[in-house]
Structure formats: structure tokens, C-alpha cells
């Protein structure tokens, strides 16, 4: 019926829209069937093997029942009562399989009709489609007259309130109509709209304490403060997904509420002069339904909608043109203010372009643009609330429990808050972005040019390349990273803090999850690229090969990596020296380990080096370090004396311990000097040089002030001159 009254190229998407929604519902019911059929075989099947066993049973309980059994046998071998129960389980075997038959012919039957109206819905959205091709084609003709040359003598009181009114009647009967065969549905918007409201005005309780210890949180605990028009708005963007094949009028009447509730709710967040917009918004919404409503009276529409275009037209000029609203815009609206500000003079081009198409006849033409301008501003005005509502409900769950409970929470709320909400904006960007290709009707060729390039690519052997696949492949390397990164975070930030694991044993486990999840990313890549199995197994053979020839001394490093994690001779954290380098073990990687020098460089060691040479590992058993200072003393000094000036040094020294205690000890004749040594111990591993810096100072200090002479070797040097 809509195809043979000229429709208009928004008529016919909005059509389009409808069979689509039919064609979607039938693919659920195909594929509901079919899982029946699927069901229904299977239980015939068993029961046909039931039938089978009973049988054989009944064969061997009466031989003579067998027509290929000659042998004699007495009717008695088995008793009457369970030859006859035998007879009538397999009686009731029979009867069910019967039944199952009939089941599964009924279904069959059902998917055949469906079929049936799989292929009348594909023909009828193949002449909607051959007649929108038709009209973009024709877009650049008039589809109707200027209008100069339009015919407003028909267009009488009478007339206009007799077609308005049979409009409104006819809408009201099918809103009824739906009203009355879908009433579960209503309920079932009505319990959101509660469940809903009653959350955000529970939320609100609760938010006031948190929003007067955090002031910062006032702008997203605004939204608690209006719990209906939330609720509202959040139930209208849900209800797509509840109401199917909905009249004109119940989508205006959604339509209003969510465009009505969420600039109420906006207004109180948007500070002056931009509110402005949400009430320029509202209004040519209000003047949209009403376009609507008349859609019987061409030229009233037209007339409407040019209406429309032209004060959109002149609020967006004036606006980009004041200075006043300029100047009132608050510091904390201008980068917002400044993205509207550069987007206006295309909207308000576009806008003229199509008031101009609208008075000369271009009436799809005016429609296609107008329209898309007009709806999607609707459309982002929804979105943006609700992704603000969003934020407000993630801002408020991470700030009440059991998200408190968790140390990730405690310390990274802002970061996790501000991940999530970019994942919501781009969610919402992403639902603008494709709803405004099918108002402009170019959905399936965008996407057709999307599926060329993603198919394009090429063949090396029975392995085929795509770019998609690329994307696919680089796509699950970068989410296996991701997944890493959090599992990593979670272990690190709630798990380890609550068990007794020392250092080396949570980097080791967090090292296995990160090399697991990454070998897992990468299979699915590999996966995603077109390999198979055993394509991946001859590859993987081939790797093998590489590896036995010219990757020894990586596999080397590699496996003792493995084993560094697991036996943990050594551990992120420790102090060692390997050969001449002293440090601390930063980390212990795939092929190298990194080890921090007490000078602040870096030095990469290779992992078969730790496990294959010696390494000194101060901090292995425990973070006890005995420092020793050799030191000596001029010849003819009291031994006795010198240890009972130096040992007092070590012991009253913050850092050095009591138990072992302190020792002076007199280690030897030096050919210069009495040689001593002061041995302690700390447990100071970062400080310890500074510690024996120190001490070292106070050792000089005290024999200088105690007039003990520290010698240095001297040497004589005989010279012998030749008189000749």
C-alpha cells in the first residue's frame, strides 16, 4: 500500500526499518524451530534405539515370534507377566515415537510457512530497495510543486480539520490496537520506569554524604536528583528492545518523553547561554510530531516542516552570531562551546540547502537532509544523556560497596571511571554514527564498501590474507594486552595484598597469566587470520626446526627465564652482584633479566647467565648484610686500645644491628701497619653503602682525635751514580 502512493524517501526507510524488524523476528523463530527439530530428532533417534532393544528383548523372551528361529522352545521359559509388561513398554515405545513424528512433521510444516514469509519479506524489501535506488536516482528532480504552483485553494478549514482529525482517529485505533494485544509489554516498561526511579531515589540517599566529602562529584549526583526524568529517559532508549512493529503515534509519544525528560534534566547541568539549544531542541521536536500527525496533508506537511527549517535556520544563525551568548558562557562550558561553535555554519548551510529544496519541489531532497539533521539532534540530545546518566551511576558504584572492598577501586577509582565512560562514549558515538547512515538510507552502501575492503586481499597458497583478517589478528594481540594489563592489575592491586606470597612468587605468578594470556591472544590471532590447525602444526614444526638451528641461544634464555620464576634462585627485588655489577633485580623478562646498579644504569644480564653462572645473591634468605672495613694502624700502637675506640662507633650507629654484635678484630702485620678490620651487620639493602660511607668517617674521625697515626707504605729509592 505504501509503495503505490509515491512515497517519500523517508516513508520508505521508515518502511524499510519495519520489513527489517519482520525479517529479524522471522530469523528468531527459524532459528528457535529449528533447534526444536533438532531437539525432536534426537529424541527420536533414542527412542527408535529403544525400540530396537525391546525388540530384541521380546525375540529372546518368545523365540517362536521369530519368523528366522527355528529352534523348539518352551513358552514358559520366561514368565506371561513379563513377556506382557515387555509388550506394552515396547507398545508405548512405539506409541511415542509416533507422537515424536507428528511433533516433528507440525514443526516442519511451521518452518516451511516461514519460510514462505522469508521469501515474500525478501521481495518486498527488494522493491523497497529498487524504489529508493529509483528515488536517489531521481533526488535532484521535484517530486512535487514549487510552492507558488502548489494548489492552496484546496487547502480549506474544513478540510484541514476533517483530514487532521480522521489522522489523529486512525492513529489512536492502531495505538489502541496495540495497547490491547500487547498490554505485557506496557506492564513491563511500567515496572522499569519504577524499578528505575525507585534506584536513583535509593542512589540519592546515599550520594549526598559522598557528594559533602567530595564537592568534585556535584555535577554527577545532579542526576539522582531527578529520579523519575532518569529513569524515564534511560526506560524510552530500553523500550526499543520491547516494542516491536510500534504505531506512529506510541513512537511520538516515547519520542517526547525521552526528548522532554532529558532537556529537564539537562537544564540543570548545562549552564547558560547553552541551554538554550536544549530548548531550541524541544520545540522543533514538538513541531516534528505535529508534522507527524498530519502526514495525510502533504502540503501541510511540507509547509510544516519548511517552517521548521527556517527557525532552526535563524536560532542556530543568531546564536552563532551573538556575542552576548559569547561572553555568558561559563569557563567550564568553553571547550564545549567552541566544538558547537565550529559545527553551526555547516548545520545551519545544511538547513538552507534543504528549506530551499523544500519551497522548489525537491521534497526528498529537503527530507534526506532536513530530516537527518533534525532527527540525529534528537538523537544525540538521548544519548548524551544517558551516557551522563551512566557516568553518574558508575561514579556512585565505585564509591559504595562491594566496590570499596576492593584495593583496585580504593586506589585507581578516577582511572577506571574514566575507562569505562570512554567505552560508554564511544558506545554511544558509535549507535549515532550508524543510526544517521540508515536516516540518510546509505547503510548497506557504506557497509558493502566496508565488506570490499575488509575482504580485499590475497591468496598465498591455501591460506588466504584479508585486510580484515589483519585487523582481526591485530585486534586480539592488542586485547590480549589489555587483558593482561588487567588481570595483572587485579592480582597485584587485591590478591597478593591479602595472601602471605613473598615478592618473587606473586611476579611469578603474575608472569605466567601474562605469558598465558598472551599465547592465547595469539592463537586466537593466528586463528583469526584463516589458519587451521594443521596449518598452525606445520608451522609450528617449521618454528620447531628454526629454533633446533638458529634460536638455541634464545630458547636458552628463554627456558631459564622459565626457571628463574619457578625455583627462584633469584627474585625481582633481591640485591645481587653478577661479576662486577652490584644492584637490584628490576625484572625478569622473556629472554633478559634487568638489573638496576647501585650508579642508577641499567644492565641487561641474559637469564642463562643467572642460572648457568655464579651470582651472589645478598638478599636470598634474608635481608641481613655484614659490611667489613679493613682499616690500619702505625706500628707501636696498643692493639687493645684500638678495638675499644672502634667497636663503641658500630654499636651506637642507627642501622646497625645488636645481634650479631659488632666486632673489632685484629686481622694481621701489615709491612706498613697493624692491619685491623670492623665487621657489623645491617639490614638496611639500599642504604648500605651510605651506612659504611659513614662509618668509615667516624673510624678516621676517631683515631685522628685519638692521635693514632694511619700509616701508608713508604719506599726508599736508592740512587747509584756511576763516577766513570
Not at 489522522?167 to 485505533?173: I, K, N, T
Not at 516515547?254 to 529537564?264: C, E, K, P, S
Not at 625484572?587 to 644504569?601: F, N, Q
Amino acid at each position: 500500500n505504501t509503495l503505490e502512493r509515491s512515497p517519500t524517501l523517508e516513508e520508505l526507510n521508515s518502511t524499510e526499518r519495519q520489513w527489517n524488524d519482520q525479517a529479524t523476528r522471522l530469523r528468531g523463530w527459524k532459528s528457535e524451530l529449528q533447534a526444536k527439530i533438532r531437539e525432536v530428532d534426537a529424541k527420536i533417534a533414542e527412542l527408535k534405539s529403544l525400540k530396537s532393544l525391546w525388540q530384541r528383548s521380546n525375540t529372546a523372551f518368545d523365540p517362536s515370534d521369530d519368523p528366522g528361529n527355528t529352534a523348539s522352545a518352551s513358552p514358559d521359559a520366561v514368565p506371561a507377566e513379563v513377556r506382557r509388561r515387555a509388550a506394552e513398554t515396547l507398545a508405548l515405545i512405539e506409541t511415542a515415537e509416533k507422537l515424536a513424528e507428528e511433533r516433528r512433521a507440525e514443526l516442519l510444516t511451521v518452518e516451511s510457512e516461514i519460510s514462505d514469509l522469508q521469501r515474500a519479506i525478501d521481495e518486498r524489501l527488494a522493491e523497497i530497495k529498487s524504489r529508493r535506488e529509483a528515488a536517489f536516482s531521481g533526488i535532484l528532480n521535484a517530486n512535487e510543486p514549487p510552492f507558488w504552483a502548489a494548489n492552496w485553494q484546496a487547502m480549506t478549514w474544513g478540510y484541514f480539520v476533517r483530514e487532521i482529525t480522521c489522522s489523529l482517529g486512525e492513529q489512536w485505533a492502531s495505538l489502541v490496537r496495540y495497547v490491547n494485544s500487547h498490554g505485557s509489554l506496557f506492564a513491563i516498561h511500567a515496572i522499569m520506569i519504577l524499578l528505575l526511579a525507585a534506584s536513583f531515589y535509593w542512589a540519592r540517599k546515599r550520594f549526598i554524604p559522598i557528594v559533602e566529602e567530595e564537592p568534585k562529584l556535584a555535577r554527577a549526583a545532579a542526576f539522582f536528583q531527578f529520579p523519575i526524568g532518569s529513569a524515564v529517559v534511560l526506560s524510552v532508549i530500553l523500550s526499543a528492545f520491547i516494542y516491536q512493529d510500534s504505531p506512529r503515534l506510541l513512537n511520538a509519544i516515547l519520542g517526547i518523553a525521552a526528548i522532554g525528560f532529558g532537556v529537564f534534566v539537562l537544564r540543570k547541568l548545562v549552564a547558560p547561554p547553552l541551554d538554550l539549544l536544549l530548548y531550541a531542541l524541544l520545540g522543533l521536536f514538538f513541531l516534528d510530531r505535529l508534522r507527524e500527525i498530519a502526514h495525510a496533508l502533504p502540503l501541510t506537511t511540507r509547509l510544516v516542516f519548511a517552517f521548521e527549517l527556517l527557525a532552526a535556520s535563524v536560532f542556530l544563525f543568531a546564536f552563532y552570531r551573538s556575542k552576548t551568548v559569547a561572553a555568558k558562557v561559563a569557563a567550564g562550558d568553553v571547550a564545549v562551546f567552541q566544538k558547537i561553535h565550529r559545527v553551526l555554519p555547516i548545520v545551519v548551510g545544511i538547513l538552507l540547502i534543504a528549506l530551499v529544496a523544500n519551497v522548489v519541489g525537491l521534497v526528498d531532497l529537503s527530507l534526506l537532509l532536513g530530516g537527518t539533521v533534525l532527527r540525529s539532534s534528537y538523537l544525540a540530545l538521548v544519548l548524551y544523556t544517558a551516557a551522563q546518566i551512566l557516568n553518574s551511576v558508575i561514579a556512585f558504584a565505585l564509591r559504595v560497596e562491594p566496590f570499596t572492598r576492593l584495593n583496585a577501586v580504593r586506589t585507581s577509582r578516577s582511572l577506571i571511571r574514566a575507562n569505562i565512560m570512554r567505552a560508554v562514549n564511544w558506545a554511544a558515538i558509535f549507535i549515532w554514527l550508524i543510526a544517521v547512515l540508515r536516516m540518510l538510507a546509505i547503510q548497506d552502501r557504506v557497509f558493502g564498501v566496508i565488506s570490499t575492503v575488509w575482504n580485499a586481499g590475497f591468496s598465498i597458497g591455501a591460506l588466504n590474507i584479508t585486510v580484515g583478517s589483519v585487523v582481526a589478528f591485530a585486534i586480539a594481540i592488542w586485547l590480549a594486552f589489555l587483558a593482561s594489563r588487567f588481570v595483572r592489575f587485579l592480582l597485584e592491586e587485591d590478591v597478593y595484598p591479602r595472601m602471605d606470597l613473598g615478592g618473587g612468587v606473586s611476579y611469578a605468578i603474575s608472569s605466567v597469566f601474562h605469558y598465558v594470556i598472551l599465547v592465547g591472544g595469539f592463537v586466537l590471532a593466528i586463528l583469526a587470520v584463516g589458519f587451521e590447525f594443521s596449518q598452525f602444526a606445520f608451522i609450528a614444526g617449521a618454528i620447531g626446526v628454526g629454533i633446533g638451528f638458529g634460536m638455541q641461544t634464545i630458547v636458552n634464555n628463554f627456558v631459564s627465564g622459565l626457571i628463574l620464576l619457578f625455583e627462584r634462585p633469584v627474585k625481582v627485588g633481591d640485591s645481587v652482584q653478577i661479576g662486577q655489577h652490584i644492584g637490584t633485580l628490576k625484572s625478569i623478562g622473556l629472554r633478559a633479566s634487568v638489573v638496576r646498579k647501585i650508579d642508577g644504569s641499567d644492565v641487561i644480564v641474559p637469564n642463562s647467565q643467572l642460572i648457568s653462572e655464579e651470582v651472589i645473591n645478598w638478599t636470598l634468605s634474608d635481608d641481613k648484610r655484614r659490611i667489613d672495613i679493613p682499616f690500619g694502624v702505625a706500628y707501636g700502637t696498643d692493639p687493645a686500645r684500638v678495638k675499644e675506640l672502634i667497636s663503641p662507633i658500630a654499636v651506637s650507629r642507627e642501622g646497625v644491628l645488636t645481634d650479631p654484635e659488632p666486632q673489632t678484630l685484629f686481622v694481621g702485620l701489615g709491612d706498613s701497619a697493624l692491619n685491623f678490620e670492623l665487621r657489623f651487620w645491617t639490614i638496611d639493602p639500599d642504604g648500605w653503602v651510605r651506612l659504611r660511607s659513614e662509618m668509615v668517617g667516624e673510624i678516621y674521625n676517631t683515631l685522628n682525635a685519638a692521635g693514632i697515626e694511619i700509616p701508608f707504605p713508604q719506599r726508599d729509592v736508592h740512587i747509584k751514580r756511576n763516577l766513570e
